[in-house]
Nanobody
Framework: QVQLVESGGGLVQAGGSLRLACAASGRTVTSYVLGWFRQAPGKEREFVASITWSGGPTYYADSVKGRFTISRDNAKNTVYLQMNSLKLEDTAVYYC????????????WGQGTQVTVSS
């Protein structure tokens, strides 16, 4: 099982930027797909973006395309989520998650990091 720890959340004004990091450890992470999800108060958790450690394609939710960028640093076993042009509706707890390549279920989850966008 892979362990995930998020960092980088905080309070930012609308239009600003934040970069989240997800440090992975444990089993060989190169066989995993890493994803970012978020959950706003009173709403269901939703997919934000994903990336494959081995260099496959990246995917984004329509709501963040063109504003968020997911990337990885294999040497550091860390995945990043660069968030630009933040909007009030981006306020949520952001979670990093991992699934084995070729499977559908994200089985490993981090503890989450709060992102609050203010006006």
């Amino acid at each position: 099982q892979v362990q995930l720890v998020e960092s980088g959340g905080g309070l930012v004004q609308a239009g600003g930027s934040l970069r989240l990091a997800c440090a992975a450890s444990g089993r060989t992470v190169t066989s995993y797909v890493l994803g970012w999800f978020r959950q706003a108060p009173g709403k269901e958790r939703e997919f934000v973006a994903s990336i494959t450690w081995s260099g496959g394609p990246t995917y984004y939710a329509d709501s963040v395309k063109g504003r968020f960028t997911i990337s990885r640093d294999n040497a550091k076993n860390t995945v990043y989520l660069q968030m630009n042009s933040l909007k009030l509706e981006d306020t949520a707890v952001y979670y990093c998650a991992a699934r084995v390549s070729g499977t559908l279920e994200y089985r490993a989850w981090g503890q989450g990091t709060q992102v609050t966008v203010s006006s």
